[in-house]
């Protein structure tokens, strides 16, 4: 190894001092070179460079006090190791090679300790833990399938490439047991794209009996119609079939599930406002009606009267909000119009434009709540979603046409009476 030998050296018993003579430290040694005395086959490490004639070892000197002393400093050390590293011409050669040796012996030694028991290599078993980036396992590691050797396996892949999380048997592709799943059946969809893929089917619900879960489905390639399908599983605990309640087609059209069978809202959770380019289209095909009846008196008196009710409201809610400046909206009661249609002996609920619900309480039963580091434990409750109640409406457009109709019996009657 590279060695400073220029001058001598004082060295004493006992102390770190070391003290030179015609030598040139500060230029030609930093701290950790090594300093060793011919003869003595002990190696210091230099702590320090206090002056070009002066350093201290990193340990008192345990040799015998002398001075003008044959003295070597090795400089020469591999990266990032420290082995010192022999030359030809160097003294202590003995010396030099046993430190190295030791540092090898230390370094086998310490990496046999750390992979002790961690990992099974050519065969070979170990006991204890393993540790590697994103990886910690207590106890054994078992592979194809990842268990975290607790009471339940955290992560499992079997035979077939399922992954299941906390789920040791896997049905599917990705299989999440727990407060929700995400599923997908094997036939996935395949692309060069990078991004999440999910099956043609899936499912997100509750654990165990797939009760009140969202579904969704991709039809087939031979389908005429291409759509991703939104489907609901009741809480009845029959996973299928499940009921379509939503389709999002290709074109970017979103449509029913089924053909007039399901409605947006509802009397208790009404939408404030529906934005849109035309109005509504309702069938109105002469091949799914009745043959369409003249009405009679009692009915077209009932439409007069209710003309001479049109008039303005304000909403109590808006008025509660913005007082003064609440709008004004034009139209009728519909208890007037029931008070008015009884009047002249009609049946109001028999008729399409007078409406009519009611609705009960809803409650919903939340399970006990563990605690954690963040939380503290909740018990089980009871959570009222809705109260009951009841309300009622109108279908504007009938109403509209059946009023209407009173206005043309009186501008017939102005007609024959011209």
């Not at 040799?63 to 590293?85: H, Q």
């Not at 997100?204 to 991703?228: G, L, Q």
């Not at 563990?370 to 409406?393: F, H, I, N």
Request: aromatic residues 8%; charged residues 20%.
């Amino acid at each position: 190894m590279s060695q400073y030998l220029a001058g001598t050296a004082t060295v004493t018993n006992g102390s770190a001092t070391v003290t030179g003579t015609n030598t040139l430290w500060l230029a030609n040694v930093t701290a950790g070179d090594s300093f060793t005395v011919a003869g003595d086959g002990v190696m210091y490490d230099v702590a320090s460079v206090d002056s070009d004639t002066q350093v201290t070892l990193s340990a008192p000197y345990a040799g015998t006090t002398a001075s003008g002393v044959v003295y070597a400093i090795g400089t020469g050390f591999t990266v990032p190791d420290s082995f010192p590293e022999m030359s030809q011409g160097d003294i202590e050669t003995a010396t030099i090679f046993t430190r190295a040796m030791r540092k090898i012996q230390g370094k086998f030694t310490a990496l046999v300790s750390d992979i002790s028991g961690k990992a099974a290599i050519a065969g070979q078993t170990f006991t204890g833990d393993i540790e590697a980036p994103g990886i910690t396992a207590t106890g054994s590691f078992t592979s194809p399938g990842i268990d975290d050797n607790a009471t339940s396996t955290a992560i499992t892949i079997d035979a077939s490439e399922n992954v299941g999380i906390g789920s040791d048997d896997p049905e599917v592709k990705l299989h999440v047991e727990g407060i929700g799943v995400v599923t997908g059946d094997s036939d996935s969809y395949q692309s060069e794209q990078t991004g999440l893929i999910f099956g043609r089917f899936g499912r997100i619900s509750a654990p165990t009996d797939r009760r009140h879960s969202i579904s969704w489905s991709m039809t087939d390639s031979n389908d005429s119609e291409n759509f991703v399908k939104f489907n609901l599983h009741n809480g009845s605990g029959i996973p299928y079939p499940p009921v379509t309640v939503m389709k999002l087609e290709g074109t970017g059209k979103v449509l029913p599930g089924s053909d007039n069978t399901q409605a947006i809202g509802s009397a208790s959770l009404r939408w404030s406002e529906v934005f849109a380019g035309t109005g509504t289209i309702n069938t109105s095909d002469a091949r799914e009606k009745t043959p369409v009846r003249g009405m009679t008196k009692p009915e077209v008196s009932a439409a007069k009267d209710m003309g001479k009710e049109i008039g303005v409201y304000q909403f109590l809610a808006s008025v509660e909000e913005k007082g003064d400046d609440a709008r004004h909206h034009v139209g009728l009661t519909v208890q007037r119009a029931v008070e008015i249609m009884t009047a002249h002996g009609l049946e109001p609920f028999s008729y399409g434009f007078i409406c009519f619900d009611e609705w009960d309480d809803v409650f919903v039963e939340h399970a006990g709540i563990e605690a954690t580091d963040d939380t503290d434990a909740k018990a089980a409750w009871t959570e009222q979603t809705r109260k009951a109640g009841d309300l009622y409406g109108f279908r504007y457009d009938q109403l509209n046409l059946f009023i209407a109709r009173g206005f043309e019996s009186r501008l017939s009657a102005l007609e024959d009476n011209a």
